[in-house]
């Protein structure tokens, strides 16, 4: 039986956010409603908390529940799911919180990460960070048994990192440079170690991610920033040149927001290159790109957005163990103590790549 309560963590306005007593959502026709079970916190959770971005309501404040990388069980079908026999009460799921229309111009043509009527759960209607969450059934996802739930809950910023190597192109025993190490980054490392990639080379400023990088399929790893780093390289380029006889990368993606990284990587790269940005930059950030070497060069810029078509592959990947999330999920906390969470979130303690509430 479903409760007509649930807890839940509502977000007001910056840093005030209450666990409450909420009514459980009602369930739509083409509506699924899940138990959540583990709910991830992402960087924007952090700037939505802290102030430094707003949300994606009408005016861009609260009350919202926050949470969009949620994995959980069914426990109740709407009529329409129901009627074509598509989910069952205890099934295991996850939910794209990117939920399109369908219906307007850009979805029409098949880009509906782009789609103009698009609500995203967690960021302009409810989220995660609660008992229950209602979805609407074409974005609900079957996980495989051998996904745990903290698995599913990975599975929205794997679904990222799929399409930014499916716009990276990985051929077979090319060198790609990685940049930015986070959950996001190293989920890449793997993906394009196993796209077929000869050398993969990891970029970044903390080591205990750049090990972890080396875990999961990284030949090279770079901090360009701690002298005191064993992986300590004073210039990145230099140090690229070295690892590919000259030649600089062949695929290079950016899976941070530092604007330096998205410079280094147009440097790195080399004759016929793709780089892809992915990460992002600040709103006024600019990257200048050398115009006349980059044409002589032939290269491809491109850019890559959230997760059009790539859950399904995101799911297998982790079923099949092609990325270990376990390797990412490094810390997790009761829903209660999300504030807490939200905190080694931000500050980087205990080490932390992916921080998650369980329940
Ligand atoms: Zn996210
Ligand atoms: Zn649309």
Known sequence: MVPDKMKAWVFYEPEVMKFEEVPVPEVKDDEILIRVRACGICGSDVAYYWGASPLETP??????????EFSGEVVKVGKIPAERNLFQVGERVTANPVQYCNACEVCYRGFVNLCENKKVLGVSTNGGFAEYV??????VYKL???????????????????????NLEVGLGQ???????????????????RSGAGKVILVGTRDYRLEIGKQLGADEVINPKEKSSPYYVEDVVKKVAELTMGKMADRAIVVTGSKEAMQLALKVSGRRSTVVYFGLPGASDVVEVPALESILWDKTIRFSWLAPFTWVEAIESIASGLVDVEKLVTHSFPLEKLLEALQVAREKRGNPLKVMVTM
């Open 59 to 68: 005016d861009g404040k609260g009350p919202l529940i926050l949470g969009h």
């Open 134 to 139: 209602v979805s609407h059934y074409t974005h």
């Open 144 to 166: 495989p048994p051998t996904v745990s739930f903290s698995g599913g809950a990975f599975v929205e910023p794997l679904a990222d990192a799929v399409y930014g190597v499916k």
């Open 175 to 193: 060198k790609v440079v990685v940049f930015g190490p986070g959950p996001i980054g190293l989920a890449v490392v793997a993906l394009a170690k």
